[in-house]
């Protein structure tokens, strides 16, 4: 499960953080809310878990959940709070796809929590085709990339051009190849654009012998993705 956490309080964040992680999920923590809705427009994750501190500042109350919810109306809400919310908070909790649970947190009870609303809100996620090579993980519904727990933060285009040339490992991709299969249609591609891109690619997965791989040019011809076996 992919999951977000906001939480101003490291003393909360960094245990959930890493309950979340040794616990098999993906998690991506946030500090400000301007950092963690910067990152929502370039990855969806499956759930967005939101610690409340008691001083109810802009970290959280109504205020963030509306304006999360103008921008991601659909986007499961697991709140944590230290006292029952109010009135107004629980109404409008009633309109959102979210649910509470209270401080202390119980590992196995947030565990549960975050299951039961992806079952409840998300139940074709499970289903979402996901390809693996070595430790990386495409999952193609959603052009989103992982290594490990660790969400790669690429483009559509970059996640093309990875997943291309791990479909073709050890294997040269000619430039012409390469240009159809990620830029079909687009007769106007520069030579320069492709190798940004392969560039990017590149230093954005690390493929580095250190990490098990090489992303080299075949001269005159495009590019090879090799996996270092020594």
């Not at 205020?63 to 629980?90: C, F, K």
């Not at 495409?138 to 052009?143: D, E, V």
């Amino acid at each position: 499960m992919r999951i977000v956490l906001l939480s101003d309080d490291s003393q909360q964040r960094k245990p959930l953080e890493s309950l979340l992680k040794t616990s098999g999920h993906a998690c991506s923590s946030f500090e400000c809310q301007e950092a963690l809705q910067s990152h929502l427009t370039t990855s969806e994750p499956d759930v967005l878990l939101i610690h409340w501190p008691d001083s109810r500042d802009r970290t959280s109350g109504p205020s963030v959940l509306n304006r999360l919810h103008e921008s991601w109306p659909e986007l499961p809400l697991l709140i944590i709070v230290t006292a029952p919310p109010d009135d107004a908070t629980i109404r409008l909790l009633a309109t959102r796809p979210a649910e509470v649970l209270l401080n202390p947190v119980r590992r196995s009870e947030l565990l549960l929590r975050l299951r039961l609303l992806m079952d409840r809100y998300r139940p074709d996620r499970e289903d979402e085709p996901e390809i693996a090579y070595g430790p990386f993980q495409f999952l193609k519904g959603r052009s989103q990339l992982r290594f490990g727990n660790q969400i790669i933060q690429v483009t559509q285009k970059e996640f093309a051009l990875a997943l291309l040339f791990f479909q073709h490992l050890g294997r040269p991709l000619s430039r012409a190849f390469i240009h159809e299969a990620v830029w079909s249609g687009d007769a106007e591609l520069s030579s320069r654009t492709l190798d940004t891109h392969v560039s990017r690619v590149r230093t954005k997965l690390g493929l580095i012998p250190q990490r098990g791989y090489r992303l080299v040019p075949v001269y005159s011809f495009g590019y090879r993705l090799e996996q270092i076996t020594e």
